[in-house]
């Protein structure tokens, strides 16, 4: 196997790890008023059997794999650079922004596609730059926005909503989901959900386009190929990433455990330590697998994720038409818990695996990749 292959195995691989772990984060919004509660900035009450599980997720799952994702993302920007004109790309990412408007306006609320294909273009100036200053500005870019996160613990001291108010809220949220018509769902949809998600647009751009920098810095430097020098570097990261992780995993233990402030101040502060730890957890996340896919002990049971990566835009939408397919069909929004949407989340992407497999022994690329593709003429 030469060195190209290994290369393009790897990032398979990791994007498909990577889908697993957006998916997780992602299900509970298909099946519970997630949103309306991180919109009051409330944490969602458990039963003890499962606040172990919420809790490990929101240590070690919740905002590290969409870093993972957008550092992808950046690689990917300087491989198809390296091939193509800036024209192509600007076709790929309006095509991008087409399927993301799609989905978020039409399906879910959660859609990132639209922010990345707005972010991707912004990427363009950056692709010249050396890499020192690359990763300068992805510094930069993280920086502030973490300093705006920072700032909001202070400001949600001022907005305090009464009980009464949100839960009326919540209840009237969780009936458009259970029991409303399409159509009725689709307009309020578009005033409770889209609006405010795109007006939070411009802020979400920061960490995104922070982390397509680190990618484009990574793929400059060729940190994605296997090389002796590569490992040594990737094991010196682990363990400074390692040490960071530990201090801000175990503060945010403490903020997730123990009453501290009020709730609304204590949310802000576990998001903020979550985002922050995101960072770093992403880093160890990626360099172990990179590590790992270089072992053949390691390799083999890393391997199956190979095929969801290669059909991760395919993939990652019928995750969301899946889930809300499935939940919507036996009625079960608002009525599964944290461990069974777990369960759910397992068994389809355990099916995405094997229906990725059997596509791809038949198709070199995942249907949407392949329509996306055609559109583009790339």
Same mark, same amino acid.
């Given at each position: $196997?030469?060195?190209? @292959?290994?290369?393009?195995? @790897?990032?398979?691989?990791?994007?498909?790890? #990577?889908?697993?772990?957006?998916?997780?984060?992602? $299900?509970?919004?298909?099946?519970? &008023? @997630?949103? $309306?509660?991180? !919109?009051?900035?409330?944490?969602?009450?458990?039963?003890?059997?499962?606040?172990?599980? /919420? +809790? !490990? @997720?929101?240590?070690? =799952?919740?905002?590290?794999?969409?870093?993972?994702?957008?550092?992808?993302? *950046?690689?990917?920007?300087?491989?198809?650079?390296?091939?193509?004109?800036?024209?192509?790309?600007?076709?790929?990412?309006?095509?991008?922004?087409?399927? *993301? !408007?799609?989905?978020?306006?039409?399906?879910?609320?959660?859609?990132?596609?639209? #922010?990345? #294909?707005?972010?991707? =273009? $912004?990427?363009? &100036?950056?692709?010249?730059?050396? &890499?020192?200053?690359?990763?300068?500005?992805?510094?930069?870019?993280?920086?502030?926005?973490?300093?705006?996160?920072?700032?909001?613990?202070?400001?949600?001291?001022?907005?305090?909503?009464?009980? *009464?108010?949100?839960?009326?809220?919540?209840? /009237?949220?969780?009936?458009?989901?259970?029991?409303?018509?399409?159509?009725?769902?689709?307009? %309020?949809?578009?005033?409770?959900?889209?609006?405010?998600?795109?007006?939070?647009?411009?802020?979400?751009?920061?960490?995104?386009?922070?982390?397509?920098?680190?990618?484009?810095?990574?793929?400059?430097?060729?940190?994605?190929?296997?090389?002796?020098?590569?490992?040594?570097?990737?094991?010196?990261? =682990?363990?400074?990433?390692?040490?960071?992780?530990?201090?801000?995993?175990?503060?945010?233990?403490?903020?997730?455990?123990?009453?501290?402030?009020?709730?609304?101040?204590?949310?802000?502060?576990?998001?903020?330590?979550?985002?922050?730890?995101?960072?770093?957890? %992403? +880093?160890?996340?990626?360099?172990?697998?990179?590590?790992?896919?270089?072992?053949?002990?390691?390799?083999?049971?890393?391997? &199956? !994720?190979?095929?969801?990566?290669?059909?991760?835009?395919?993939?990652?939408?019928?995750?969301?038409?899946?889930?809300? *397919?499935?939940?919507?069909?036996?009625?079960?929004?608002?009525?599964?818990?944290?461990?069974?949407?777990?369960?759910?989340?397992?068994?389809?992407? #355990?099916?995405?695996?094997?229906?990725?497999?059997?596509?791809?022994?038949?198709?070199?690329?995942?249907?949407?990749?392949?329509?996306?593709?055609?559109?583009?003429?790339?």
């Amino acid at each position: $196997m030469t060195n190209n @292959q290994n290369r393009i195995l @790897q990032l398979d691989i990791i994007r498909g790890v #990577a889908l697993l772990g957006i998916f997780l984060v992602n $299900m509970p919004s298909f099946h519970s &008023p @997630q949103f $309306m509660y991180s !919109f009051f900035g409330l944490s969602q009450s458990y039963t003890e059997f499962e606040k172990g599980l /919420a +809790i !490990f @997720q929101k240590l070690f =799952i919740e905002m590290k794999f969409y870093p993972i994702f957008s550092f992808l993302f *950046g690689i990917s920007f300087y491989l198809f650079l390296s091939k193509y004109p800036v024209f192509f790309f600007i076709k790929r990412m309006i095509v991008l922004l087409l399927i *993301g !408007f799609s989905h978020l306006l039409f399906l879910w609320y959660g859609d990132i596609l639209h #922010a990345y #294909a707005l972010t991707g =273009i $912004m990427l363009i &100036p950056f692709y010249r730059l050396k &890499p020192k200053q690359i990763l300068i500005w992805s510094i930069i870019f993280l920086f502030i926005y973490h300093l705006i996160l920072l700032s909001t613990i202070f400001s949600s001291i001022k907005f305090v909503y009464d009980e *009464g108010f949100i839960n009326e809220n919540i209840k /009237a949220y969780v009936t458009l989901y259970q029991s409303d018509s399409y159509f009725h769902w689709f307009f %309020s949809h578009i005033q409770i959900e889209v609006i405010p998600i795109l007006f939070q647009l411009p802020l979400s751009i920061f960490p995104i386009l922070g982390f397509f920098l680190l990618g484009l810095y990574a793929g400059k430097k060729n940190l994605y190929s296997i090389s002796l020098q590569n490992k040594r570097l990737i094991k010196k990261v =682990i363990v400074w990433c390692s040490f960071i992780s530990l201090l801000l995993v175990v503060t945010n233990f403490i903020f997730l455990t123990y009453d501290i402030f009020t709730s609304s101040i204590q949310h802000s502060i576990s998001q903020f330590v979550t985002s922050l730890s995101g960072v770093s957890l %992403s +880093i160890i996340y990626m360099c172990t697998i990179y590590l790992w896919v270089t072992k053949e002990k390691w390799k083999k049971g890393l391997l &199956p !994720f190979q095929y969801v990566g290669r059909m991760s835009l395919t993939n990652y939408l019928f995750q969301s038409f899946i889930s809300i *397919g499935v939940i919507r069909i036996f009625d079960l929004y608002g009525k599964l818990n944290l461990i069974e949407g777990t369960l759910l989340c397992v068994l389809i992407f #355990a099916l995405q695996t094997i229906v990725s497999y059997i596509w791809l022994l038949k198709f070199k690329k995942g249907p949407i990749e392949w329509l996306w593709r055609k559109i583009t003429k790339t």
